[in-house]
Every structure is written in structure tokens, then in C-alpha cells.
């Protein structure tokens, strides 16, 4: 069996890298942040004019972390802690004001980063300025009226709802170690609208919670279909990008040259203006005066709800801590845009591993809570 999967993988390396995502799954080995330079992407152009948030002059206190290694305990300082865990960007922001900002290991303010499943959440904004805008009528549409083609008649029992979500009860193995698995046909393989397409639903919908890169791509799917003539990169640059006057121009990863946006991952751009999504949500869908997003669809997004299968610490694509009502986008490698909105804080955490030493959430939730 070994042989055979040999063969077989040495076949795709040789004959296209670009076409046989076991191939591909073996090159580049797993998952990395700097995937924006591998796959083929649209570009999202930053506005003429940018916000900037006010740097704080004041030195940033933050104690000694304790940290376990071999069985034995010892004191790390904060930037130690950062560089040891592979972060590659820290920023802590407070009242607009940015009180810490670090970039490590050999990365700097400008630095393109994977987003990885952050991106969920800001597809679930997009879905929300859609619906907003009438073009989307509603989440308790059935996913068919957007994407008749799909294969299981099943389907007509999914709702846009159960998708944001993620109780579709769409079968989709959530590995990012098997070269044969889903997660490696999504983010290496080369057509996203057939592996949608013949997507299977195996439990009822609305029934039970099941984190799942497929529904969030399957989500995207709709959205583009919505959207009609306007590419989704099109839209977030429209819709989002120059209108929080991101300071970079960023791109999103494509499945394939002139393809389809890999929503489940894969905005690629930098620290900062990940912060300005988080300053968007902190302001309940705000911009400096414009209602970018409607005031109820952030608060949905963002409130502990359990019902028809849901979990509590999940709503449209966000994760939610009850521990201190704060939320977050969050991505593979430990990707954080983290929010308080009792605490009008925003923390961005971008690296190259979650690290060896606990949750970025815990010391999030920690940092502020001094704060």
C-alpha cells in the first residue's frame, strides 16, 4: 500500500504540481502563512486616502509569562514569549490608540500574512452588507436558490443560516494531515465548484455543530452567486477595503488562474488592517460615521446563542468567549483578530505556529483585563 501511494505521489510531483493536490500536499508539506506567494489570487486595492490609528508614547508594561518546559518552570519576558511561540505580529490597541505593536522573526509591518480561517468572519461580513443590500434576501433562504446545480438533493433542506452557522450537516473531514482528505482538496486542489458540487449532507440540518472549512466555502459559493457579475475580492474592496481606508492592498487566493475565492481561508494582508475589521465589529458595523454593515447583524454575530443546534461559542463564522464577552476571528497557526468591547480593546496576534506555551486567547484575555 505504501509503494502504491509513493508512486503515485512521485507521479503528481512530476507531472504538475499545479494540478495534483497530493503533489502539491507533499512540495510545500503544510499549511504556511506566506501560502499568498503559491496560489493565484486577486488583488484588493487599498483607498487614496487611509486610517491610521494614534501610537501611544507611553511604554507598554507587560509581566513576565511563566511558561512549562520538561516538567520544569521558568519566567519569559513578554517579547521572549512572543519570538519563542513564532509570532510574527502582536498589536494591542485601546481607545484607537495603538499601545503595543511588535513585529518578530524577521517579519515587519508590512509583511503579508495568511489570514487561514480569519477569513471566515470576513466572509460572514460580506454575507451580512449582501443581505443589507437586498441581494441576498435572506438567511433562512434554502442554499438551492443560489446554487441549484448541487448534486444531493438534500441540499434543499440548507439554509444560508445553517451555513454561517455550521450546522449544515455537510460531511467534510476537517484534516490538514491527510494529502487524500478534504481540507487538502479545498486548499490545494484546483476546482472548488466541483468538490462543491458533490458535497454530500449526512445528518439533518439545524440539528448539530460541526466546524467545517466546507461550509464556509459552500457559503462563499452563494455569496458569488449573489453577486452575480462582481467578484467576491471585487466586492470586499467596494464594500469594505477602501471604506476603512485600509492601508495596504491585500488579495485573496484562488483555487485556480481567474478561479474562485478560497472563503474558507486565504486573505492575504497585514496586521494593521486586520485591526481595522476588528475596530469595524468593535463599533457594532461603524465606520467613522457610515453604517458599513447593519448594527443587527454584528450583534448576531456576536452574542452567545444555542439554539437548533448551534454552538454557544460560535455565531456566523465568529467565535465568542463567554469568559469575558469578547469575540474573535481566528485562523490555523493561531491567527487572532481578538475584541473587548467592555474594554474598547482590540488585539491582532499573527504567527507562524500557535505555539507551545497555551491560548492566544488566554493571553488576550489576560492583557486586557490589566488594561
Known amino acids: 500500500m505504501k509503494n502504491i501511494y509513493f508512486k503515485i505521489l512521485f507521479a503528481c510531483i512530476v507531472l504538475s504540481l499545479s494540478s495534483c493536490k497530493v503533489g502539491r500536499f507533499a512540495y510545500y508539506n503544510f499549511a504556511n502563512i506566506t501560502d499568498h506567494k503559491i496560489f493565484p489570487s486577486r488583488t484588493i486595492e487599498k483607498p487614496e486616502h487611509t486610517f491610521t490609528f494614534q501610537k501611544s508614547a507611553a511604554p507598554f508594561i507587560q509581566d513576565s509569562i511563566s511558561v512549562t518546559a520538561n516538567g520544569v518552570k521558568k519566567q519569559q519576558t513578554f517579547e521572549d514569549y512572543l519570538s519563542n511561540n513564532k509570532t510574527v505580529a502582536y498589536l494591542v490597541i485601546q481607545n484607537d490608540t495603538i499601545k503595543y505593536e511588535n513585529y518578530l522573526n524577521d517579519y515587519e509591518e508590512h509583511s503579508i500574512v495568511n489570514s487561514f480561517s480569519m477569513a ?5 461580513i460580506l454575507v451580512g452588507i449582501a443581505i443589507d443590500e437586498g441581494k441576498i434576501k435572506s438567511i433562512t433562504e434554502p442554499v438551492t436558490n443560489y446554487l441549484p446545480g448541487l448534486e444531493d438533493k438534500e441540499f434543499t433542506k440548507v439554509t444560508i443560516e445553517h451555513l454561517l452557522n455550521m450546522t449544515s450537516g455537510i460531511e467534510f473531514k476537517e484534516s ?4 487524500f482528505g478534504d481540507a487538502a482538496t479545498f486548499y490545494y486542489g484546483t476546482n472548488l465548484k466541483k468538490a462543491v458540487h458533490k458535497m454530500k449532507i449526512i445528518r439533518e440540518p439545524g440539528t448539530h455543530f460541526k466546524y467545517s472549512s466546507g461550509d464556509s466555502q459552500v457559503l462563499g459559493m452563494v455569496l458569488a452567486a449573489a453577486l452575480k457579475d462582481v467578484t467576491i475580492s471585487e466586492y470586499l474592496e467596494t464594500k469594505i477595503w477602501k471604506p476603512l481606508g485600509m492601508e495596504y ?8 488562474k481567474n478561479g474562485v475565492e478560497k472563503t474558507f481561508c486565504c486573505l492575504n494582508a497585514r496586521a494593521r488592517d486586520f485591526a481595522k475589521l476588528g475596530r469595524l465589529y468593535l463599533n457594532k458595523g461603524n465606520w467613522e460615521g457610515t453604517q458599513i454593515v447593519s448594527k443587527e447583524w454584528v450583534v448576531n454575530s456576536t452574542k452567545i446563542d444555542s439554539i ?6 460560535y455565531q456566523h463564522q465568529w467565535w465568542i468567549n463567554q469568559k469575558d464577552n469578547s469575540f474573535e ?4 497557526l493561531g491567527q487572532h483578530i481578538y475584541v473587548n468591547p467592555e474594554k474598547n480593546v482590540i488585539i491582532v496576534r499573527l504567527g507562524e505556529k500557535v505555539g507551545d506555551t497555551g491560548s492566544w486567547t488566554s493571553v488576550a484575555q489576560g492583557i486586557t483585563a490589566k488594561l
Do not use: F, H
Open 120 to 124: 471566515k468572519s470576513i466572509l460572514s
Open 176 to 179: 490538514y494531515t491527510n494529502p
Open 329 to 332: 476571528a481566528e485562523g490555523i
Open 308 to 313: 437548533n443546534g448551534k454552538a454557544a461559542q
Open 249 to 256: 492592498d491585500a488579495s485573496w487566493s484562488l483555487d485556480r
